[in-house]
């Protein structure tokens, strides 16, 4: 029997399961005396791509390297498709799952950034509710979750402009791409006395600015557009550009039509 097919009988009636792979290896070797080596269950996953292995057959979501999600075959799985070029610390998406159905987005050897407007909203609710549980079950202050809140913000960027994430090499955060304009990001859950800040040698590499600020359990647009005006108001510290929340709601009020 094939390692695909153990792994099938052993793990029936188990979907939804967190697997610990080593735990999963040994009720093989015990049961089919099959080889722990030889079992690789990231060959097995709709979300991980490795090239040379044949990408038909599909039981798991990865998790981490030691912990599987069994879905079973022919789940109605939605999320990305990642692959880890060999020789490179970073991963590339490269297709997608939605309700079941798989589409790649171009040759996986190579890869790409592109995520489609339908994973951007899967993943700004994935987000919203890891959000949710940091706020009101863990009682976390949302100036503590500001990675969280930034990713966020860059999502729901994403969504509004209809625009598409853009990451440069050893970028921490994304950017957006809308028709054409590049959108530098920003999202803060200071209230009336906090200050967005700019850096000032890479602001000329984009166009526009989003700026996002968390409070009342929701996000709001402080502002948007180009951003010259921004720029007028900033005051230099060093080498960046610092803008009082107060003054970027004046500026949003007084260029609305």
């Given at each position: 029997?094939?390692?695909?097919?153990?792994?099938?009988?052993?793990?029936?009636?188990?979907?939804?399961?967190?697997?610990?792979?080593?735990?999963?290896?040994?009720?093989?070797?015990?049961?089919?005396?099959?080889?722990?080596?030889?079992?690789?269950?990231?060959?097995?996953?709709?979300?991980?791509?490795?090239?040379?292995?044949?990408?038909?057959?599909?039981?798991?979501?990865?998790?981490?390297?030691?912990?599987?999600?069994?879905?079973?075959?022919?789940?109605?799985?939605?999320?990305?498709?990642?692959?880890?070029?060999?020789?490179?610390?970073?991963?590339?998406?490269?297709?997608?799952?939605?309700?079941?159905?798989?589409?790649?987005?171009?040759?996986?050897?190579?890869?790409?950034?592109?995520?489609?407007?339908?994973?951007?909203?899967?993943?700004?609710?994935?987000?919203?509710?890891?959000?949710?549980?940091?706020?009101?079950?863990?009682?976390?202050?949302?100036?503590?979750?500001?990675?969280?809140?930034?990713?966020?913000?860059?999502?729901?960027?994403?969504?509004?402009?209809?625009?598409?994430?853009?990451?440069?090499?050893?970028?921490?955060?994304?950017?957006?791409?809308s028709n054409g304009r590049k959108i530098s990001v920003k999202t803060t859950a200071q209230q009336t006395a906090g200050f967005i800040t700019f850096n000032r040698n890479t602001f000329e590499t984009f166009d526009d600015i989003f700026i996002?600020?968390?409070?009342?359990?929701?996000?709001?647009?402080?502002?948007?557009?180009?951003?010259?005006?921004?720029?007028?108001?900033?005051?230099?510290?060093?080498?960046?550009?610092?803008?009082?929340?107060?003054?970027?709601?004046?500026?949003?009020?007084?260029?609305?039509?």
């Amino acid at each position: 029997m094939k390692i695909y097919d153990q792994m099938k009988q052993v793990l029936a009636g188990r979907e939804g399961e967190i697997i610990n792979a080593t735990e999963l290896r040994r009720k093989l070797q015990l049961e089919y005396d099959t080889k722990p080596g030889s079992i690789i269950l990231s060959d097995f996953c709709y979300n991980r791509y490795n090239f040379g292995v044949g990408f038909n057959k599909h039981l798991f979501e990865y998790l981490t390297r030691s912990t599987y999600k069994y879905l079973g075959e022919n789940a109605k799985y939605t999320g990305l498709i990642y692959h880890k070029p060999k020789g490179t610390e970073h991963e590339n998406v490269v297709g997608e799952w939605k309700n079941g159905e798989r589409v790649m987005y171009k040759d996986p050897k190579t890869g790409s950034f592109f995520i489609s407007p339908s994973q951007i909203s899967h993943l700004y609710e994935e987000y919203i509710r890891v959000l949710h549980f940091e706020l009101n079950i863990l009682s976390c202050q949302p100036t503590e979750l500001r990675h969280l809140i930034g990713r966020i913000g860059e999502l729901y960027c994403a969504i509004v402009t209809e625009g598409q994430l853009a990451r440069e090499v050893n970028q921490h955060g994304f950017d957006v791409i809308s028709n054409g304009r590049k959108i530098s990001v920003k999202t803060t859950a200071q209230q009336t006395a906090g200050f967005i800040t700019f850096n000032r040698n890479t602001f000329e590499t984009f166009d526009d600015i989003f700026i996002v600020q968390f409070r009342d359990n929701d996000f709001h647009i402080l502002y948007h557009g180009a951003k010259e005006p921004i720029e007028q108001v900033a005051r230099i510290y060093k080498t960046a550009y610092e803008v009082d929340l107060e003054k970027v709601k004046r500026l949003a009020s007084d260029t609305k039509p």
